[in-house]
């Protein structure tokens, strides 16, 4: 399953559009009542490599992925680098 999105005005737009798609792809998952919590912070781009990098793929990209079961190595490697940075 893949989309595009065009003539998106703002990053802002494109973050709100990302995380619609989000809860319904939860909703496919989860068959019964779920509270959805969200909390945005402003967190050092050196310790947030992984949206880094998934914005820049998604910049690349000319549609949407949804890795269901594993992301790419290098995403998980990140992963493991953000953690350690922000345990710090």
Do not use: F
């Not at 402003?42 to 947030?48: F, G, I, Q």
């Not at 914005?55 to 992925?65: D, F, G, M, N």
């Not at 790419?72 to 990140?78: M, Q, S, V």
């Amino acid at each position: 399953m893949w989309s595009s999105l065009h003539q998106c005005a703002s990053a802002e737009e494109v973050e709100a559009l990302a995380c619609r798609e989000g809860v319904r792809l939860a909703a496919e998952w989860v068959r019964w009542p779920t509270i959805l919590e969200c909390e945005v912070k402003n967190v050092r781009r050196e310790c947030n490599r992984v949206a880094h990098e998934l914005a820049q793929l998604a910049k690349r990209s000319v549609h949407s992925t949804v890795w269901r079961e594993n992301a790419p190595a290098y995403i998980n490697e990140l992963l493991l680098e953000d953690c350690k940075l922000i345990s710090r």
